[in-house]
């Protein structure tokens, strides 16, 4: 028994295989659990504005050290701290100069990680390096924003820099709320 073919079935066939495979919300979402995918790197902020004064009798350095010592418990990642260089430590050491994050976040591109969670209280040196370096990320940046509330500048760079790299961005004001579990329960959150 021949059936009369619905038109509009043949062309909704026809538009369907020549539509790409990757649009809409579905792919979206798949496209950025796919740049997660792969090590996790953890890249701390250690120039000499760390060295000031936190909530309570703390520096920042120290709810800093803290606060990642316990991410680093509960999650499988490398640790990473930026001033003038870059390294890999097994823990936060004492604040040093300046804030070199491109040079920072060239040093770790070279590991092809899925997530970069860069934890900062300020401005780099050179934004727009930083920037340039954040755009060839083939996984996400994540930033966690450490510095005061009242730095609209810094805080828009952050967002710039997560955005040029497909992440997210939280911001915790050191100075103010320095707790060190609160500060844990944002990096924990990134890097979920």
Known sequence: MNLPVNPLQSIIKRAAATL?????????QQTRIDRRRGQVVILAD??????S????????IDVLREA??????QAAARLFVFSSDVREVKSIPEPENNTDL?????A???????VTLVISDGNPDRQDKALEA???FRGVIDVLYIGPESDRAAIEFMKRLAAAAGGDVRTHDIARLG?????LGHIAGLLR
């Open 68 to 73: 990642v010592a316990g991410a680093m418990r």
């Open 134 to 136: 954040a755009r060839q």
């Open 53 to 60: 004064p936190a909530w309570g009798a703390q520096r920042k």
């Open 108 to 114: 770790v591109r070279a590991l092809d990680p899925g």
């Open 46 to 51: 250690i120039s000499a504005s760390m060295g």
């Open 102 to 106: 491109a040079r920072a976040l060239d």
């Open 179 to 183: 707790n060190a579990q609160q500060l």
């Open 20 to 28: 790409p495979a990757d649009t809409g919300k579905v792919s979206v």
